[in-house]
Nanobody, 123 residues
Framework: EVQLQASGGGLVQAGGSLRLSCSASRFTFDDYAIAWFRQAPGKEREFVAGISKSGRKIAYENSVKGRFTISRDNADLQMNSLKPEDTAVYYC????????????????????WGQGTLVTVSS
């Protein structure tokens, strides 16, 4: 059983930055597509960013384009220019069945999920 640990969340003022990471003991992410999702209070979980197994394909949700950067290094999600509407619990996810050079925004395509880390952006 893979247990992912998401970290890096916290409280930050609008305009600030945070870096989220995802880790798992004795486990490599090499054979998995990586994604971050988020869920704000009272809302459904939504796709934020994803990167293919190859690392060559990356996708972002429109509202975070130009502000967030995902990488395969520790499944990092660098978040800059944060806004109050970015406030949510953020989840990292790994997908084994996604094609090598593809990114999926569907939560059902991901096999393993981290426990979530809370990001709160104050205005």
């Amino acid at each position: 059983e893979v247990q992912l640990q998401a970290s890096g969340g916290g409280l930050v003022q609008a305009g600030g930055s945070l870096r989220l990471s995802c880790s798992a003991s004795r486990f490599t992410f090499d054979d998995y597509a990586i994604a971050w999702f988020r869920q704000a209070p009272g809302k459904e979980r939504e796709f934020v960013a994803g990167i293919s197994k190859s690392g060559r394909k990356i996708a972002y949700e429109n509202s975070v384009k130009g502000r967030f950067t995902i990488s395969r290094d520790n499944a990092d999600l660098q978040m800059n220019s944060l806004k109050p509407e970015d406030t949510a619990v953020y989840y990292c996810a790994l997908g084994s069945g996604i094609r090598w050079d593809s990114v999926s925004s569907r939560s059902s395509d991901y096999d393993y999920w981290g426990q979530g880390t809370l990001v709160t952006v104050s205005s």
